[in-house]
């Protein structure tokens, strides 16, 4: 069934470059990228870290260009890691202008521009390596997994400098593939193994206006699980040979190709996959006005982040496959929770944002950037998880069943997804603090930033004064270009805050019956420098689990604000797993400004198992167990393990 989108109530995200933040916390994270993060990574890609693992993305991509001899190394994604880079530039420059950076992405895109093939064709791996493979292995090569990564490299960059050089690369590449794939005869009609090319023809398409990205875009969507099976021929005509042994029992879910999409009903499969597909689908759904699609995605939120995600905003539990398991099954001990997963979810969350305005998509979105997001980098920006475990004991990481999991951020990976991708999101956060539809403004994201929104025709200039997270109150400044507007401003009611109390130019308003969806909206005639002063209320909260997670039945964890928290064994001592906090056990918070970058803890006494009476035994009659009184310390999640290796648990259980 389709409906005509103009009917739909969609709304229009905002640019990077329209919002400029200046948040106490938030804007350490923005130094950190440009000052750090993005050198580190730019030496990480020129192997240039003597103490990280070779990356080899640069040198192939200057073999492939003919600029010094050699053979491909890393990664058959290698590609990937410069695209992120570049992107993350792209996204840094548009606020934060650093001749210098540009200078050295300028020398990057010259190299990738000269390994292009006189067809369009650029893959660093295929053209050293296997030029006559081409499109033979979509299931796990990731061609176009690499070119998409590429596309949103150049889109962000033209955004950013207005150089169309790395942008015509890649208008030139997705026109090659355009006469490659389709449903026409002489085209192939497959798909990558890897979703990646859909959300980045998007971009590209808003980026030239060039319908034809848009319909390619569309194909690659339509044609994922119909019969018979692209994938499974392709395995078929290969002689049934893998590129990468292990793949042949990730089963038909894999790749989320075991059915045609908008028949989906399940997040499974590949957890990055999933997400960066369920983005293009919403993001395809808003424009076309396909409301088959829609449906299909919101059914897809709903099993994900009702069944399969961690109170972190992690997803994807189980470590083979790095992939979804089934409802409910969301061990902290084992958890895969890939960083890259929860960035997917964000950028599905931001789309279905646009196609139905509702909090409980950003409640979503800020979960994973405050705390899986920022968990996947250490405080220095130089160390990286790509793993994301709930509960860590550093002993059982050396056994084959947890070594995914790690104790501490390594200084890069041989699949280094995971860095630039961190990277990337963060110089781009601006663009998901609010979005537009019609004569409303909404607030996505609390933090301070000054920003210029189009509102129904006319130019909005909003300021966010407040120190959230570390504070729970703000103003926000209106400025309507003409001095004066009627329009409507949607504040978000986080699911965490019972109560939101607002004034309006020192005047309180009653919020009763202005509530819609998580939002309250207060439509007025704005003047000039009219105030909106806001207070979040920010109570400590012991979350529960759904019983049927069968790990944490019995168990809490904290919450305050958009932070989870955790307990780590640099405060409290290690075997966590004996604390008990008892369900009447008083709880404060306090801010230590000299403690891991300034953050705010949460005490509480709580009880300990007692070891009496055991005398090396293993097993004996139940009886009540001993217990002692020790004051406990509860972190935020994402600030663990930036001090000595040691325990932690999110997880705690209550008394």
Sequence with gaps: ?????????????????????????????????????????????????????????????????????????????????????????????????????????????????????????????????????????????????????????????????????????????????????????????????????????????????????????????????????????????????????????????????????????????????????????????????????????????????????????????????????????????????ETCASIGLIFFAERMLRLEQDSKYADVLERALYNTVLAGMSLDGKAFFYVNPLEVVPEACEHHNKQHVKPTRQGWFGCACCPPNVARLLASLGKYMYSVRERTAYIHLYMGSESTLNVDGRRVRLMQETDFPHASDGIIRVYPESGEAVLAIALRQPDWCPALQVRINGEPVSTDGLSDKGYIVLERAWGAGDEIELTLEMPIIRMQANPLVRETIGKVALQRGPFVYCVEEADNGNRLHELQLPASAALQEEHRSGLLGGITVIQGTAERTAEDGWAGRLYRPAEKEGTASQDVTFIPYYAWANRECGEMSVWVRQS
């Design 1 to 337: 069934m389709m409906k005509d989108a103009a009917s739909m109530p969609l709304a229009e995200g905002i640019a990077s470059k329209d919002v400029r933040i200046h948040s106490r916390f938030w804007s350490r994270y923005a130094e950190l990228v440009k000052d750090t993060v993005i050198p580190y990574q730019y030496e990480a890609i020129h192997d240039r870290i003597p103490e990280a693992e070779k990356s080899y993305a640069i040198q192939n991509f200057r073999i492939a260009a003919g600029l010094e001899p050699g053979e491909f190394n890393g990664m058959v994604f290698q590609d990937s890691d410069v695209a992120k880079w570049l992107e993350a530039v792209g996204y840094c420059l548009q606020t934060q202008p650093d001749e210098e950076l540009e200078r050295l992405a300028d020398e990057v895109i010259e190299i990738v521009a000269a390994a292009q093939q006189p067809d369009g064709y650029l893959n660093t791996y295929f053209t050293i390596k296997a030029p006559d493979k081409r499109w033979t292995n979509l299931a796990e090569c990731h061609e176009l997994y690499c070119a998409g990564h590429m596309i949103e490299a150049a889109v962000a960059y033209y955004e950013a400098t207005g150089k169309r050089k790395l942008l015509d690369v890649m208008c030139r590449f997705a026109d090659y593939i355009d006469s490659v794939f389709g449903r026409e005869p002489g085209k192939i009609r497959g798909y990558d193994g890897h979703q990646e090319i859909e959300l980045a023809l998007m971009k590209l398409y808003r980026a030239t206006g060039e319908k034809r990205y848009f319909r390619l875009s569309r194909y690659f969507i339509d044609e994922r699980g119909q019969a018979p099976n692209y994938l499974t021929e392709e395995w078929e005509q290969r002689g049934r040979q893998t590129f990468f042994p292990d793949m042949k029992d990730f089963g038909g879910d894999y790749a989320q190709a075991h059915e045609p999409v908008r028949q989906q009903r399940e997040a499974t499969g590949h957890a990055v996959r999933a997400v960066y597909m369920y983005t293009a689908m919403a993001d395809i759904a808003g424009e076309s006005g396909d409301a088959g699609l829609m449906e299909a995605c919101k059914r897809l939120w709903d099993n994900l982040t009702g069944k399969r995600m961690y109170i972190t905003g992690a997803i994807g539990s189980q470590a083979f496959g790095e992939r979804f398991s089934f409802d409910y099954d969301l061990p902290g001990d084992l958890a895969y929770a």
